[in-house]
């Protein structure tokens, strides 16, 4: 059995794309993954499945669309991979609030993209992520999830340092 952070882009923000997290539950667990949670309202999965990352993030995807009628991105990583994420993070974490992760489907061909008024916020692109340090804060920073995806042309979702995190612990409690 392999234990998955399983991350769904795009659901319950401002409204939109509302899944709520008991039925999100109930649906995969009828999928036979075990030891299903979730934590809080945005998407982020920890769970149990014989079936690769591939295989876990396409069965959720078509379940998501049958059931609630939604086109969501899914992507999927080992506590492991997780871990080396956090640990990779290459920017000071002595204010959380300014701190986050894009994680992406694919390794992006680019190593830079141009974002014009970016100010002090800063992000390092490494392999399938894109760390972000942003000092002016989210509501203010132009490197947002959707200029990310733009410029890169991949699918990303972004996490807060607290969301990572607890991600990791839950995905590695005993």
Same mark, same amino acid.
């Given at each position: 059995?392999?234990?998955?952070?399983?991350?769904? $882009?795009?659901?319950?923000?401002?409204?939109?794309?509302?899944?709520?997290?008991?039925?999100? $539950?109930?649906?995969?667990?009828?999928?036979?993954?075990?030891?299903?949670?979730?934590?809080?309202?945005?998407?982020?999965?920890?769970?149990?499945?014989?079936?690769?990352?591939?295989?876990?993030?396409?069965?959720?995807?078509?379940?998501?669309?049958?059931?609630?009628?939604?086109?969501?991105?899914?992507?999927? $990583?080992?506590?492991?991979?997780?871990?080396?994420?956090?640990?990779?993070?290459?920017?000071?974490?002595?204010?959380?609030?300014?701190?986050?992760?894009?994680?992406?489907?694919?390794?992006?061909?680019?190593?830079?993209?141009?974002?014009?008024?970016?100010?002090?916020?800063?992000?390092?692109?490494?392999?399938?992520?894109?760390?972000?340090?942003?000092?002016?804060?989210?509501?203010?920073?132009?490197?947002?999830?959707?200029?990310?995806?733009?410029?890169?042309?991949?699918?990303?979702?972004? $996490?807060?340092?607290?969301?990572?995190?607890?991600?990791?612990?839950?995905?590695?409690?005993?």
């Amino acid at each position: 059995m392999n234990k998955y952070i399983v991350l769904l $882009r795009g659901i319950n923000v401002s409204g939109k794309n509302k899944i709520p997290m008991a039925e999100l $539950r109930e649906v995969l667990n009828t999928l036979g993954f075990q030891n299903v949670q979730t934590y809080i309202q945005s998407g982020n999965i920890v769970l149990d499945a014989n079936e690769s990352k591939i295989e876990v993030c396409s069965k959720i995807h078509l379940s998501i669309k049958e059931k609630f009628g939604f086109d969501i991105p899914v992507l999927a $990583r080992t506590p492991e991979e997780w871990k080396k994420t956090i640990d990779k993070y290459p920017f000071p974490i002595e204010n959380e609030k300014i701190v986050a992760f894009s994680f992406l489907n694919k390794v992006p061909a680019q190593k830079e993209i141009e974002v014009k008024g970016i100010n002090d916020d800063q992000y390092k692109i490494e392999d399938d992520m894109v760390y972000l340090y942003c000092s002016s804060g989210f509501g203010k920073t132009k490197l947002t999830n959707n200029t990310i995806e733009k410029k890169l042309a991949v699918i990303a979702t972004t $996490r807060n340092y607290k969301t990572t995190i607890k991600l990791l612990e839950l995905a590695t409690k005993n």
